[in-house]
T-cell receptor, first 113, second 117 residues
Framework: AQKVTQAQTEISVVEKEDVTLDCVYE???????LFWYKQPPSGELVFLIR??????QNEISGRYSWNFQKSTSSFNFTITASQVVDSAVYFC??????????FGAGTRLTVKP | NAGVMQNPRHLVRRRGQEARLRCSPM?????VYWYRQLPEEGLKFMVY????????ESGMPKERFSAEFPKEGPSILRIQQVVRGDSAAYFC???????????????FGEGSRLTVL
């Protein structure tokens, strides 16, 4: 069964600091997909990124970057130069082929001015 | 192209009443998923449905909860005789036929927030 672990329950940083959110997953499938979602205080889920298991290339999108390492089953998310608007709960998720999406417990990020 | 539509966005019920949450998937999507998010927790899978079929209900509580996705109309998550512990945000997601066979991505609605008094 697939499993996602986000060991960091809460992180607090000061604006402009870099912060990395950890995600470790377990799966027996060779084909799977990893995701990050942001849930701001307003409550909706905002899709950030999808990565399939065959694409280990790291990705950068503005201040966001993702480090996918199959060797350690990790899919970490880094925010560079954090801003107050980055304050939210961030969820890592995993779906296997023809299966539902399973979420980690989430990491609550607070960015203080 | 409208996204996943959930209603009501907010629902208040007294203990013992019934709650019905509706979800209209994105156009062309035939797979629907329901997730529950308790306060200060992550999303927990409840049930996966296709039109007129429940595919996986391993996350559904055994009593009081039911879900359907009829041939016509939205998917319904029904909670009978609600209790305070049912207070949560209920998210619906949809995916196209073949689901995760393509991208694995689910498209989420904005959630329905149930408060039980």
């Amino acid at each position: 069964a697939q499993k996602v672990t986000q060991a960091q329950t809460e992180i607090s940083v000061v604006e402009k600091e870099d912060v990395t959110l950890d995600c470790v997953y377990e799966t027996r499938d060779t084909t799977y997909y990893l995701f990050w979602y942001k849930q701001p205080p307003s409550g909706e889920l905002v899709f950030l990124i999808r990565r399939n298991s065959f694409d280990e290339q790291n990705e950068i999108s503005g201040r966001y970057s993702w480090n996918f390492q199959k060797s350690t089953s990790s899919f970490n998310f880094t925010i560079t130069a954090s801003q107050v608007v980055d304050s939210a709960v961030y969820f890592c998720a995993l779906s296997e082929k023809d299966s539902d999406m399973r979420f980690g417990a989430g990491t609550r990020l607070t960015v203080k001015p | 192209n409208a996204g996943v539509m959930q209603n009501p966005r907010h629902l208040v019920r007294r203990r013992g009443q019934e709650a019905r949450l509706r979800c209209s998937p994105m156009k062309g999507h035939s797979h629907v998923y329901w997730y529950r998010q308790l306060p200060e927790e992550g999303l927990k899978f409840m049930v996966y449905l296709q039109k007129e079929n429940i595919i996986d209900e391993s996350g559904m509580p055994k009593e009081r909860f039911s879900a359907e996705f009829p041939k016509e109309g939205p998917s319904i998550l029904r909670i009978q005789q609600v209790v305070r512990g049912d207070s949560a945000a209920y998210f619906c997601a949809s995916s196209p036929p073949g689901l995760a066979g393509n991208t694995g991505e689910l498209f989420f609605g904005e959630g329905s927030r149930l408060t039980v008094l």
